[in-house]
């Protein structure tokens, strides 16, 4: 039997592509409350309530229909983003405050899904970090061990002790230690060896945290709702700019692997970066935009003065996104060159 064109290859819509990114963070929240605890849970509740509550008044005020929007998931899966990237043990008006500051500015003053030219979860990580740099730094420490219940009660400002239970992120950590040690010698690979920091990759528990994102990305990219472009140019971009300072100096460079394991790297390669609507959109543009995303970021963990720079150099190449897709547009079909 012949068919005739057109073909509909595959029934598709913004809310089952939603749906299966926020299928594919499973991964990542179940071993991050596995690691952390519970706390993790409780930052995904509030930023998908302040999410959806902020994504409805904004609909409603802009008269647009709330059931079509409110469903498709995208606020959802923005709320999503910004809890696991802000620390878990945040106090509640700031994962409010930040998500509200996503989709109110970020997504919704610029006309809504497909509008807006940053990715509204790292605006909201971008200002919060500048705004609340205190607040943003307060990681739990891997020796805490408390319940719901305690967790609770931090998180919704009932525990007056928690500079108690915090602790440095490993990468804030390893700058820190580098720059107090330089006259004591200290190196990369003698900071490294603190296991009960560093764990055995990138962070103790953080390394388990990042496998599962990678999992998850990875199926992502099997079930083809991204592309491997975006991801696979970002972490190559990390490896080969890590691997060749670490080459040079190792006493002074961390390897490639503690900068792949340890921060935002993969979530950002496989669940922030590919964002549609904010990266490349042609594939030679796509492997640019990761690779710029990836050199910027370590350029920033490295050599700038946050400890991690994910956030800051997708929102740079967000900048850059169009511009690089006109640049590489393909010949039109019968043409000799971009039309």
């Known amino acids: 039997m012949t068919l005739s064109s057109p073909y509909v290859l595959k029934e598709t819509s913004v809310t089952w592509v939603m749906t299966q990114v926020c299928l594919a963070l499973l991964p990542g929240i179940a071993v991050y409350t596995w690691v952390i605890g519970p706390a993790i849970l409780i930052q995904l509740a509030l930023a998908s309530l302040a999410a959806l509550a902020g994504e409805a008044a904004m609909l409603k005020i802009r008269g647009k229909p709330l059931n079509l929007f409110l469903t498709d998931g995208s606020a ?21 405050v930040g998500t509200l500051f996503a989709i109110v500015v970020a997504k919704q003053l610029y006309g809504g899904l497909g509008q807006n030219p940053f990715n509204p979860a790292m605006i909201a990580f971008a200002a919060s970090i500048v705004s609340f740099p205190a607040l943003m730094s307060q990681w739990p420490s891997q020796d805490m061990h408390l319940g719901l219940v305690e967790h609770l009660r931090i998180v919704f400002g009932l ?22 040690g330089e006259e004591a010698g200290a190196s990369v690979a003698g900071l490294l060896a603190n296991a009960q920091t560093f764990g055995h990759v990138g962070g ?23 592309t491997w472009h975006v991801p696979a140019s970002f972490l190559a971009a990390v490896v080969v700019l890590s691997g060749a300072l670490w080459l040079y100096d190792p006493r002074e460079f961390a390897n490639p692997l ?41 350029v920033i963990r490295v050599f700038g003065g946050y400890p991690d720079g994910v956030a800051f150099a997708v929102l740079f190449l967000n900048i850059c996104a169009p511009l690089i897709s006109l640049l590489t547009q393909p010949p039109v079909f019968g043409a000799k060159g971009r039309n």
């Open 76 to 96: 959802l899966l923005t709320g999503w983003l910004i809890a696991l990237t802000f620390p878990p043990l945040s106090p509640w008006w700031l994962i409010v």
């Open 204 to 226: 103790r528990g953080w390394e388990w945290i990042t496998l599962a994102y990678l999992i998850g990305g990875l199926w992502l990219c099997l079930r083809r709702i991204i």
């Open 258 to 298: 503690f900068h792949l394991f340890s921060g935002g790297v993969m979530l950002g390669a496989f669940f922030i970066a590919t964002d549609p609507v904010t990266c490349a959109s042609t594939p030679r543009g796509k492997l640019i935009f990761g690779a710029g995303c990836g050199l910027l970021a370590y």
């Open 159 to 180: 525990s007056p002790h928690l500079d108690s239970l915090t602790a440095a992120t490993p990468l804030d950590a390893l700058k820190t230690g580098l720059k107090l």
